[in-house]
């Protein structure tokens, strides 16, 4: 204050309560003072009063004064994330509580009002990024039970529970009286069961509680049938009457049938019908017999026809196997028998005098017979008439003419062939003379591990050789479409591999292939393929992966494709090369080199028949192309 007090100083409210007087000494706390002239005021509308209730209450209006509650307290004044704040039986906050109860025992609710619906899931309110949500069921050392509990509110009770145990099991328990557990799928789902360790075995375990039985009832609204376990080591089989019994207790178990009898083998049971060494068979669920079909000491099987009767005996087999296997010694014997004989008991009389056939052979109507004639001396095999005769030796076998002959496989290569016969009893096949095929001679020189290249490219007659000669090299484009050039094979062999030279890159897979020719020269059969990577330059090598071998001498083609861009190689210019296929008009610029293909628009494979039916001749520059022997 300015100046001295004049006593007497009275000091008071705005409202006249309280007053003092005399006053010497003016404190202020909590407010604003402020002097004018003789007066002097001070000023507590600024400042807060006194905070109700007790320590860490947190404040509420009540009625415009400040009060604390007991229940809604700060119970870790943590300053971030350690803050924690109890509401009534509740915690919430702090890193690692989230809400928790605080009373002894005391339960946490998470209740939607209505038909709404309570969701655990992720967020990314705090910067992280949601994709997977994990709800924790926990319990507190390993041999406690962490619970799910399903349960209603109000009405008939109900629960059920999906526990893992101390053992940590995992048990799926209806606890709802007579309610079953059902597992269900939509559509063409499947309800699986299987042991997540790699290669071990998965068990599915059904129980009886108890002394109670073991069931499996497999059933749809109009079909059922169980499998029980109600003896030890036994299975019953139950349809809707009937029972069938599998005791696994002993080898001699036995299956118990509906009727009662076991059986513990196979077969057993019954009395034999007709007389001794007479095979048995079935006779309208009875045992039957026949005189005509024995077996006797002497391990042989006799089946008797009778005169003017059916044929004593029928084997009919299915398409995919053969009627009958008939061997005469166990295989790997050192000595044999013949596998089969027939005859039909003759020793004399002509085929015209109705001799008959010692073994007919027959595909419906259709088929061959073998006969035996006068005194055995004459054999022979005809056909039906109209019908063709096949004599066909199976694997690596083949067929040999008064056992002095043996026919030659199969003609490889081209058409055209005759066979020809030695006095040493060798037989081959040779090109037929007088014109056809191609057959043009090549010097087949050695090959060996050095010399093993030849380059069909440029071989003759159909391509050059282009030296170093700038004007006579060129390149050729790789794409979709495969073109035949013709070669001679130079060598009777299977290509070890086929190889160019790629002058630019390409992307995708490249393809060579060779065909051989038909009777009209042109590509018919692939006889060597293989690929390589067209994404680097130079010499490119494809393995052949067929094992057919080229006929030296003979027409063959050879092409490359690619299923995408497949750069360039190097090539003849087509200037320099003959010209072999029809063109369309008469112009020296066309002068057509190769064979167009049909385009093959997927895959990298070339067809097994070579295809040109779109296709056409065209000017072409030719490939150079080296043959690995």
Not at 131 to 147: E, G, K, Y
Not at 216 to 242: E, F, M, R, Y
Not at 565 to 589: T, V
């Amino acid at each position: 204050m300015s100046g001295p007090v004049r006593p007497p100083l009275t000091v008071t409210t705005a409202s006249g309560t309280p007053s003092g007087r005399p006053i010497t000494t003016i404190k202020v706390s909590n407010g604003d003072l402020t002097v004018s002239g003789n007066v002097a005021t001070i000023d507590t509308s600024g400042s807060g009063g006194t905070p109700g209730g007790s320590t860490t209450e947190i404040q509420y209006n009540n009625a415009g004064a400040f009060a604390g509650d007991a229940g809604f307290v700060i119970s870790t004044a943590g300053g971030g994330s350690s803050t924690l704040v109890d509401i009534g039986g509740m915690r919430y906050g702090g890193t690692g509580y989230g809400a928790q109860a605080i009373t002894l025992n005391g339960t946490v609710s998470l209740v939607a009002d209505g038909t709404g619906q309570v969701v655990l899931r992720g967020a990314e309110d705090g910067g992280g990024t949601w994709t997977d949500t994990i709800a924790n069921v926990m319990s507190n050392a390993n041999a406690d039970v962490a619970t799910l509990r399903l349960r209603n509110n109000a009405g008939t009770y109900k629960q059920a529970n999906i526990s893992l145990d101390g053992s940590s099991d995992l048990i799926l328990e209806n606890s709802t009286t007579n309610a079953d557990i059902d597992l269900k799928v939509l559509g063409t789902g499947q309800v699986e069961v299987e042991n997540q360790t790699t290669d071990n075995d998965t068990t599915l375990s059904v129980k009886g509680n108890g002394t109670g039985d073991a069931v499996i009832n497999l059933n749809n609204p109009s079909k059922a049938i169980s499998l029980i376990c109600d003896t030890n080591q036994k299975l019953k089989v139950q349809g809707g009457v009937n029972t069938f019994v599998f005791d696994a207790s002993s080898a001699t178990g036995g299956i118990t049938w509906p009727d009662g009898t076991t059986q513990i083998t196979a077969a057993s049971g019954g009395t034999p019908a007709g007389s001794d060494t007479e095979v048995q068979f079935n006779n309208s669920g009875a045992f039957g017999a026949s005189s005509n079909l024995t077996w006797t000491s002497s391990n042989q099987l006799q089946i008797n026809g009778t005169a003017g009767g059916t044929r004593a005996l029928t084997v009919q087999g299915n398409l995919a196997e053969p009627a009958a296997s008939i061997q005469a010694q166990t295989a790997g014997t050192t000595t044999s028998q013949a596998g089969l004989a027939l005859s039909t008991g003759l020793t004399t009389g002509s085929r015209a005098a109705g001799f008959g056939t010692g073994i007919e052979f027959r595909a419906g109507d259709l088929g061959f017979a073998g006969y035996l004639a006068g005194t055995i001396k004459t054999e022979w095999i005809d056909s039906d008439s109209n019908h063709n005769l096949l004599l066909s030796a199976a694997g690596t076998g083949s067929i040999r003419i008064n056992d002095e002959y043996t026919l030659p496989a199969a003609v490889t290569g081209t058409n055209d062939y005759v066979l020809t016969a030695q006095t040493d009893g060798s037989t081959a096949w040779a090109a037929a003379g007088g014109g056809g095929g191609v057959n043009f001679p090549l010097p087949l020189g050695a090959l060996d591990s050095t010399y093993k290249y030849l380059n069909i490219g440029t071989a003759a007659p159909y391509g050059i050789n282009t030296g170093s000669v700038a004007a006579k090299e060129a390149d050729y484009a790789l794409n979709t479409r495969p073109r035949a050039f013709p070669f001679i094979a130079p060598a009777s062999a299977a290509p070890v591999s086929m190889s160019v030279i790629q002058d630019t890159t390409g992307t995708g897979t490249a393809t060579i292939g060779i065909y051989s020719s038909n009777s009209d020269n042109y590509p018919a059969t692939l006889v060597a393929t293989g690929t390589y990577d067209p994404t680097s330059t130079g010499t490119r090598t494809a393995t052949n992966s067929l094992s057919t071998a080229l006929v030296g001498g003979e027409l063959y083609y050879f092409c490359v494709r690619c299923d995408n861009n497949g750069g360039n190689l190097d090539a003849i210019n087509m200037a320099y090369i003959p010209s072999i296929f029809p063109a369309w008009r008469i112009n020296e610029d066309d002068e057509n080199t190769c064979l167009d293909m049909n385009n093959i628009t997927s895959g990298t494979a070339l067809p097994a028949t070579a295809a040109f039916g779109s296709g056409n001749s065209q000017d072409s520059n030719r490939p150079q192309m080296w043959l690995e022997f």
